[in-house]
């Protein structure tokens, strides 16, 4: 049997920079994953970090615009019709958390911990041989009805009232800061303290990283079941063996409501399947991601790629792509890119992966209360990428069990994220 002080089960964004904080502590560290390193929701997603998504998943009047959409299955979010005991239980607890009060609670805590992940994005990205193509140069909204503009006035006097620093700008503000690009658009936001990467370079060159550091590494060790005596998990079997550790921290994204079951621990989490489609970049294309936003479809610059992305779809633990869904993302571009054709460009990969969302958008952080030496950071949601680096110290912190003598210790109250806070 392996043997060692942490083992972390999920080779995601949240487990890689869990990997790297547990590491620098100095404990000794095992990793697994089902697949490899990034194969999940961190390999074709976004790449966004993004304070300004500060405002939950469940918030007011998401419930009424997500049953408009919910019957056309080319909307921006749709509900695939089955009967799922699970899946209506999580509606319902959807539902009440969607109130203003839940919202402007965890607001302040997504804000917090978001600029934390900033700061220490910086930190990684200077690591030696890290690399993943990061820039911090905001990321726009842009809009072309009166509606969506309305929306996002909206939501720019919400979220500045918190302290988050956010630019109105009119077409000659959007062409200023998209330069070359043909824009059918009313004006735009401009979120000026969020940041992009490529989130497949980021999860592979940390693991790389904490790999030379130390950290056991096991790909296609696909977790089977916990031994668990005196309320603690004694061994965890995995398809690459039984594994024998102090403290096991479960960062397995929509694989962590399964694995939560087998070790006694519910966990609402719901998957959402997103999708995403990469080209090869234009040549004069702008280092500046934006948001189509009526469309709710992203677009990201990543290196020598352009990334076109989104919908929330919450069909189970389907990974298979539906061509209509990506046929919409698609369609939306060229509404407000008119001279961007799509056709012409090379496409390098179309993907769809699966986002874990719990009932009020915010994710599982902490110890689970009937086990005593088992971490849960799971349920990010579309968020997992940005929180990555904040929640990987948070767990190092976790894991420590008290406050450490090191001044970069976060101070960030966790009691919105326990992991029984759905229980009875």
Same mark, same amino acid.
């Given at each position: 049997?392996?043997?060692?002080?942490?083992?972390?089960?999920?080779?995601?964004?949240?487990?890689?920079?869990?990997?790297?904080?547990?590491?620098?502590?100095?404990?000794?560290?095992?990793?697994?994953?089902?697949?490899?390193?990034?194969?999940?929701?961190?390999?074709?997603?976004?790449?966004?970090?993004?304070?300004?998504?500060?405002?939950?998943?469940?918030?007011?009047?998401?419930?009424?615009?997500?049953?408009?959409?919910?019957?056309?299955?080319?909307?921006?979010?749709?509900?695939?019709?089955?009967?799922?005991?699970?899946?209506?239980?999580?509606?319902?607890?959807?539902?009440?958390?969607?109130?203003?009060?839940?919202?402007?609670?965890?607001?302040?805590?997504?804000?917090?911990?978001? =600029?934390?992940?900033? +700061?220490?994005?910086?930190? /990684?990205?200077? %690591?030696? *041989? !890290?690399?993943?193509?990061?820039?911090?140069?905001?990321?726009?909204?842009?809009?072309?009805?009166?509606?969506?503009?309305?929306?996002?006035?909206?939501?720019?006097?919400?979220?500045?009232?918190?302290?988050?620093?956010?630019?109105?700008?009119?077409?000659?503000?959007?062409?200023?800061?998209?330069?070359?690009?043909?824009?059918?658009?009313?004006?735009?936001?401009?979120?000026?303290?969020?940041?992009?990467?490529?989130?497949?370079?980021?999860?592979?060159?940390?693991?790389?990283?904490?790999?030379?550091?130390?950290?056991?590494?096991?790909?296609?060790?696909?977790?089977?079941?916990?031994?668990?005596?005196?309320?603690?998990?004694?061994?965890?079997?995995?398809?690459?063996?039984?594994?024998?550790?102090?403290?096991?921290? =479960?960062?397995?994204? +929509?694989?962590?409501?399964? /694995?939560?079951? %087998?070790? *006694? !621990?519910?966990?609402?989490?719901?998957?959402?399947?997103?999708?995403?489609?990469?080209?090869?970049?234009?040549?004069?294309?702008?280092?500046?991601?934006?948001?189509?936003?009526?469309?709710?479809?992203?677009?990201?610059?990543?290196?020598?790629?352009?990334?076109?992305?989104?919908?929330?779809?919450?069909?189970?633990?389907?990974?298979?792509?539906?061509?209509?869904?990506?046929?919409?993302?698609?369609?939306?571009?060229?509404?407000?890119?008119?001279?961007?054709?799509?056709?012409?460009?090379?496409?390098?990969?179309?993907?769809?992966?699966?986002?874990?969302?719990?009932?009020?958008?915010?994710?599982?952080?902490?110890?689970?209360?009937?086990?005593?030496?088992?971490?849960?950071?799971?349920?990010?949601?579309?968020?997992?990428?940005?929180?990555?680096?904040?929640?990987?110290? /948070?767990?190092?912190?976790?894991?420590?069990?008290?406050?450490?003598?090191?001044?970069?210790?976060?101070?960030?109250?966790?009691?919105?994220?326990?992991?029984?806070?759905?229980?009875?």
């Amino acid at each position: 049997m392996n043997k060692t002080d942490v083992l972390i089960i999920g080779g995601g964004a949240v487990g890689v920079c869990a990997a790297y904080y547990l590491c620098e502590a100095g404990y000794e560290v095992t990793l697994v994953d089902r697949g490899g390193i990034g194969s999940g929701a961190s390999h074709g997603n976004m790449g966004l970090v993004v304070p300004s998504h500060s405002v939950p998943l469940a918030a007011p009047g998401v419930v009424a615009q997500g049953l408009k959409w919910m019957l056309r299955p080319d909307s921006p979010f749709y509900i695939k019709p089955r009967l799922d005991p699970s899946l209506i239980r999580w509606l319902w607890a959807f539902w009440k958390a969607s109130s203003e009060g839940r919202m402007r609670r965890a607001i302040p805590l997504i804000r917090d911990m978001s =600029l934390h992940s900033l +700061s220490l994005f910086d930190e /990684l990205n200077g %690591l030696d *041989g !890290v690399d993943f193509d990061y820039h911090q140069r905001g990321v726009l909204a842009v809009y072309q009805t009166r509606e969506g503009q309305e929306e996002g006035e909206e939501e720019r006097h919400l979220l500045s009232s918190y302290g988050l620093e956010i630019d109105a700008l009119s077409p000659d503000g959007l062409s200023e800061v998209l330069p070359g690009l043909e824009l059918n658009a009313l004006g735009g936001l401009h979120f000026r303290q969020d940041a992009h990467l490529t989130p497949a370079k980021f999860v592979r060159s940390l693991a790389d990283y904490v790999e030379w550091l130390g950290v056991k590494v096991l790909t296609q060790a696909e977790v089977k079941g916990f031994k668990k005596e005196n309320g603690r998990i004694t061994a965890t079997h995995t398809t690459r063996g039984e594994i024998a550790a102090g403290e096991v921290v =479960l960062t397995a994204g +929509s694989w962590s409501a399964a /694995l939560g079951e %087998l070790a *006694g !621990v519910p966990l609402p989490i719901q998957p959402a399947k997103g999708y995403s489609v990469t080209l090869r970049r234009p040549s004069d294309w702008p280092e500046m991601p934006f948001m189509l936003s009526e469309s709710r479809v992203a677009i990201t610059p990543m290196g020598d790629t352009l990334r076109i992305g989104g919908t929330l779809e919450l069909a189970g633990m389907d990974q298979t792509i539906n061509q209509r869904r990506v046929s919409a993302i698609l369609n939306a571009v060229p509404r407000y890119l008119p001279d961007f054709d799509i056709g012409s460009h090379e496409i390098l990969e179309t993907w769809c992966g699966l986002r874990p969302c719990t009932p009020d958008g915010l994710p599982f952080l902490g110890r689970a209360p009937d086990v005593r030496n088992l971490v849960v950071a799971a349920g990010h949601a579309m968020i997992g990428v940005s929180l990555g680096p904040v929640t990987g110290k /948070l767990v190092r912190q976790i894991v420590a069990g008290e406050r450490t003598e090191n001044d970069n210790d976060l101070d960030i109250d966790l009691d919105l994220l326990a992991v029984d806070r759905f229980a009875g």
